[in-house]
């Protein structure tokens, strides 16, 4: 009797009855959270048939990856020194994992430098992680992060190639990127830089982040613009490039902002 779910002659490996990787749902932290002090996004993958299949299981998989992007072997991991990462891949690693290096570096690469990021498999979901990575400019981390999965997937046999849900990390109204088409690294850099150029802080105002960052604190971008806040509560200030809270500039701004609103 034939199984009716499987056509004759069908074997249970064939590429039809493969589960191809997936986004499942992705959340934005702004602020401080409980993956850490800085902004991150996070994203649920499942690995679908990939989670059998770690990263020194892929042939070839691992000189392709760095021979697109060598400047991972900068990447400490869990080891905390350049080439961490790179013996993480020898030994084999799960592409949850992967893919936040790889949204980390692309970042970098666009102009927007970031470091930080983890990976962890979710209670109860076998396959399934949450991914998590630092950002600087929300849109460019989101870009980057759609990016980093069509990368991966890219570099795999065919028979395991697939992504499903990575629309769900694209910034709306700012990419032309189509989730649909054939991967192309050289275009797919580019548009993050575009993004980069467009949304990053200014000079001034990136100088002045960074200082907080280095004394412990947090920020959060108010507008599309360059309004930031820093600290948070009653400690609060703002700035918008080199225009601090304390000079009535901002506060005149901000009450127009609010009447046009009020005026829709």
């Given at each position: 009797m034939t199984n009716p779910s499987t056509d004759p002659g069908e074997s249970p490996d064939s590429?039809?009855?493969?589960?191809?990787?997936?986004?499942?749902?992705?959340?934005?932290?702004?602020?401080?959270?409980?993956?850490?002090?800085?902004p991150m996004i996070r994203f649920q993958l499942d690995l679908g048939t990939l989670e059998e299949y770690p990263s020194d299981t892929l042939p070839g998989f691992n000189d392709r990856l760095l021979e697109l992007l060598p400047t991972?072997?900068?990447h400490g991991c869990c080891f905390r020194e350049p080439g961490g990462f790179i013996r993480r891949l020898r030994d084999g690693t799960w592409l949850g994992h992967v893919a936040e290096h790889v949204a980390l570096e692309l970042q970098t690469l666009a102009g927007t430098p970031v470091t930080?990021?983890?990976?962890?498999?979710?209670?109860?979901?076998?396959?399934?992680?949450?991914v998590l990575y630092s950002y600087r400019e929300e849109r460019v981390g989101l870009l980057a992060g759609a990016v980093a999965l069509r990368l991966v997937q890219s570099l795999l046999p065919g028979e395991l190639r697939g992504l499903r849900g990575v629309e769900r990390?694209?910034?709306?109204?700012?990419?032309?990127?189509?989730?649909?088409?054939?991967?192309?690294f050289g275009a797919e850099l580019s548009e993050l830089r575009r993004l980069a150029r467009r949304h990053a802080f200014g000079p001034t105002t990136q100088s002045l982040v960074d200082e907080a960052q280095r004394r412990g604190i947090p920020f959060l971008r108010l507008d599309e613009h360059s309004?930031?806040?820093?600290g948070y509560g009653k400690y609060q200030q703002q700035i918008r490039a080199s225009?601090?809270?304390k000079t009535p500039h901002i506060a005149t701004m901000t009450a127009s902002a609010l009447y046009r609103t009020s005026c829709l």
């Open positions: 590429p039809a009855l493969l589960a191809p990787m997936g986004v499942l749902e992705k959340q934005i932290y702004r602020g401080p959270n409980v993956y850490g002090y800085q991972l072997e900068r930080y990021g983890k990976t962890r498999s979710v209670k109860g979901q076998p396959g399934v992680y949450n990390l694209l910034p709306g109204g700012v990419s032309d990127l189509d989730p649909d088409s054939p991967f192309d309004l930031v806040q820093l225009i601090t809270s």
